[in-house]
């Protein structure tokens, strides 16, 4: 008997309500298990897994019968994907932040506390390699994050962009209201950095919900 192709798997959809489907046999981050060939019925009957963003329905293999829902849209790894709003509103409610950057050809990630400005991420430092990136115009990577450890859940914001310094002193002015302070306070830091955004991205740990479990 002749093997029926497989067709190419798609990336996992970030947006919901677009169906997508998984190769049979594979690891399936969500229902939590691999499921052999015909275990699950894809939109035209094959041996496939088809997933709208954020539901899973498994008719045979493991967890046979299960309604498998989160709130999310999910990545290619199980995970929920924030929406650019939600991602600003949690770097927004973050005082505790890690920028990412390049000092002397080796990779540094140091915590900063920080502010939104708009849609750009802002902080005070002192001289340094912090400010040199900003001087230099670096691109690089801001993260802000939050876990509970008892529940096994977590969520983190990824911010990419150009760091720049601010010179404008009507700008500095401006920054100095918005109520932004180092929590090191013993070094005056009076330097603005401003980081321009280019992409924002967030994740989140889900625990899908099975219909009929507890």
């Known amino acids: 008997m002749a093997r029926r192709a497989i067709r190419p798997v798609p990336p996992i959809a970030a947006s919901p309500g677009v169906e997508v489907t998984a190769r049979i046999g594979s690891f399936d981050p969500v229902i939590g298990c691999r499921h052999p060939a015909g275990s699950v019925a894809g939109t035209n009957g ?102 509970d450890a008892d529940r096994r859940t977590g969520w983190s914001v990824l911010v990419r962009g150009v760091a720049t310094s601010v010179e404008d002193q009507e700008e500095v002015k401006r920054l100095n209201l918005l109520g932004v302070w180092p929590w090191a306070d013993l070094t005056e830091r009076s330097h603005w950095v401003r980081i321009n955004t280019l992409s924002i991205t967030g994740r989140q740990v889900v625990h899908p919900y099975r219909a009929g479990t507890y």
């Open 46 to 147: 094959g041996p496939e897994r088809t997933r709208a963003a954020g539901t899973v329905q498994v008719v045979g293999g493991c967890g046979k019968g299960d309604i498998v829902t989160t709130s999310l849209p999910l990545d290619h790894s199980g995970l929920g994907v924030l929406q650019r709003k939600e991602c600003l509103e949690r770097l927004a409610k973050a005082r505790l932040g890690r920028v990412a950057f390049i000092s002397q050809g080796d990779p540094v990630i140091l915590p900063v506390n920080h502010g939104m400005d708009g849609e750009n991420v802002i902080f005070r430092t002192a001289t340094g390699t912090k400010l040199l990136a900003a001087d230099t115009e670096q691109v690089v990577a801001f993260e802000v994050d939050g876990y």
